[in-house]
C-alpha cells in the first residue's frame, strides 16, 4: 500500500508569508493520480490542485502544485488569512490514500 | 449545479449497522464517468477512504474495512448507499459521500456519527 507522508505537521506562518508543504509517497505515482484539499474546521475538504499542477476551478493562482515521482509540494505564494486551514495530498494510483495532514496555522 | 447530501441516524449503537444515504442533486449521478464515494473523518483525525461504485460494475472497497462494508447505487433515486456493519467506537467520525473523477471534486457537507450505547 501507498503511504503519504506530509510535513510539516504543523506550519505557522504570518499573512503574506510563502507556505512551502510537502507530501512523500513510499513509492511512485503518477503526476496524474495526486491532489491536494484544503480543509477548515466543520467544513468538507475542497479540491485546490489535481494532477499535481493544476488548480482546481476558482482556485486562486497563489496556490500551484509540483513534483513528480515520490516528491510533491503545494505552494501558497502569499498567505491570505482565509487559507489558514489544513491542507491533505491525496493519490488514486493505488486505492485512494490521503496524507495525514498539514495544519497552516497564524504567527 | 450538482451537490451532494448525506443522510442517516447520527447515533448507532455498538455491534449494529450503521447506514448512510448520499442524493445527488442538480444533476445525475448516471451522467458522466464518475465513482461515487464515501470517506469518514474522526474527530481530529486525516481522511479514510471507504470505498466507490460505478452506476455499473462492482462496488470497490477499503481493504481494511472491506468484510463489514457493503455500497449500492440507485439511479432511479439518484442515491448511493453505504452500510457499515458491526460498529464500534472506532467507526465515530464524519462521513461524507464524494464524487470522484481522478480527483475528488465534489463533497457532502458530512454528517456525523457516532457510535454509542
Known amino acids: 500500500e501507498i503511504v503519504l507522508t506530509q510535513s510539516p505537521g504543523t506550519l505557522s506562518l504570518s499573512p503574506g508569508e510563502r507556505a512551502t508543504l510537502s507530501c512523500r509517497a513510499s513509492?511512485?505515482?503518477?503526476?496524474?493520480?495526486l491532489a491536494w484539499y484544503q480543509q477548515n474546521p466543520g467544513q468538507a475538504p475542497r479540491l485546490l490542485i489535481y494532477g499535481a499542477s493544476s488548480r482546481a476551478t476558482g482556485i486562486p493562482d497563489r496556490f500551484s502544485g509540483s513534483g513528480s515521482g515520490t516528491n510533491f509540494t503545494l505552494t501558497i505564494s502569499r498567505l491570505e488569512p482565509e487559507d489558514f486551514a489544513v491542507y491533505y495530498c491525496?493519490?488514486?494510483?493505488?486505492?485512494?490514500?490521503f496524507g495525514q495532514g498539514t495544519k497552516l496555522e497564524i504567527k | 449545479q450538482v451537490q451532494l447530501q448525506e443522510s442517516g441516524p447520527g447515533l448507532v449503537k455498538p455491534s449494529q449497522t450503521l447506514s448512510l444515504t448520499c442524493t445527488v442533486s442538480?444533476?445525475?449521478?448516471?451522467?458522466?464517468?464518475?465513482?461515487w464515494s464515501w470517506i469518514r473523518q474522526p474527530a481530529g483525525k486525516g481522511l479514510e477512504w471507504i470505498g466507490r461504485?460505478?452506476?455499473?460494475?462492482?462496488?470497490n472497497y477499503n481493504p481494511s474495512l472491506k468484510n463489514r462494508v457493503s455500497m449500492s447505487i440507485d439511479t432511479s433515486k439518484n442515491q448511493f448507499s453505504l452500510k457499515l456493519s458491526s460498529v464500534t467506537a472506532a467507526d465515530t467520525a464524519v462521513y461524507y459521500c464524494?464524487?470522484?473523477?481522478?480527483?475528488?471534486?465534489?463533497w457532502g457537507r458530512g454528517t456525523l456519527v457516532t457510535v454509542s450505547s
Open positions: 491525496q493519490q488514486s494510483d493505488s486505492s485512494y490514500i
Open positions: 442538480g444533476g445525475s449521478i448516471s451522467g458522466g464517468s464518475y465513482y
Open positions: 464524494a464524487r470522484f473523477y481522478w480527483f475528488f471534486d465534489l
Open positions: 513509492q511512485s505515482v503518477s503526476s496524474s493520480s
Open positions: 461504485i460505478y452506476i455499473s460494475g462492482s462496488p
